[in-house]
């Protein structure tokens, strides 16, 4: 089910150890409707479906072709959220729980004198505050830009907005970074890991956070099979509903 037909560039081998023996465990389906008007190329690809294969050899799981259309992922991750949404979402205690193992883990691992974190995906900035609070010098790093503004406006701290290929390197350096939810959204998931690592001074930390991909499976299938026009999906571009979407 790989596709070169002009929409996607076909991947033949696994992102993590070159294998090329992929088997197909899901279909990805592109929803990309609320983009009509921002982003017409983009919502191109809605309706598309593509195959994700896992790899045979490692068992990481991967699309079988990319979008070929240029930034494809900025684009995607330029959602135009509502205020109110993203206010909610810094206001969220929902993911407390695992910032706090997450700082738990890396306070434990480096001395009082290392704090200076990076948080790639730092989305609305409710992680930068409680890493902050809890005496952490922190920066963020944003890819949308809504979010990457509230964060910076509501921490006061440094929130860069873009990619982590895009963060100059030069003298910053932390000592630690983390990524949650953040590296199961991106293509080539050791290109990014690779950057960060350039980001660490030596002896520092990654922290990194994914879902569990067959708890996830699981879960999505029982809900389809309990919830009447539910269908299952394993990977989406944040929440997309409509109300706490702008308008354009
Ligand atoms: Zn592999």
């Not at 465990?25 to 592109?30: A, K, T």
């Not at 982590?164 to 080539?188: K, M, S």
């Not at 950057?195 to 809900?223: F, T």
Request: glycine content about 8%.
């Amino acid at each position: 089910m790989a596709r070169a037909d002009g929409l996607f560039v076909p991947l033949s081998a696994c992102w993590i150890c070159g294998g090329e023996r992929l088997t197909t465990v899901h279909e990805l389906r592109f929803e990309l409707d609320i983009y009509r008007t921002q982003d017409p190329e983009l919502a191109a690809y809605s309706g598309e479906r593509l195959a994700l294969r896992r790899c045979d050899a490692c068992g990481f799981a991967q699309p079988a072709a990319l979008p070929s259309l240029a930034r494809f992922f900025d684009r995607l991750y330029d959602q135009r959220w509502s205020r109110e949404w993203i206010a909610a979402e810094f206001a969220s205690p929902v993911k407390d729980l695992i910032v706090r193992q997450i700082l738990g883990g890396l306070s434990a691992r480096l001395p009082p004198e290392r704090r200076r974190l990076l948080d790639v995906g730092a989305h609305a900035g409710r992680f930068l505050t409680i890493a902050r609070d809890a005496g952490w010098a922190v920066e963020g790093l944003e890819l949308n830009p809504s979010t990457a503004a509230h964060a910076a406006a509501s921490t006061g701290v440094v929130v860069h907005h873009g990619n982590v290929h895009a963060l100059e390197a030069g003298a910053r350096r932390f000592d630690a970074v983390t990524i949650t939810d953040v590296l199961e959204h991106v293509p080539e998931p050791i290109a990014v890991l690779t950057r960060v690592h350039a980001l660490l001074d030596a002896g520092g930390w990654v922290a990194v956070k994914v879902p569990n991909g067959p708890v996830q499976r699981l879960k999505e299938n029982a809900r389809a099979r309990l919830i009447p026009g539910y269908r299952a999906t394993l990977a989406v571009a944040g929440t997309l509903k409509d109300p706490q979407y702008r308008r354009n």
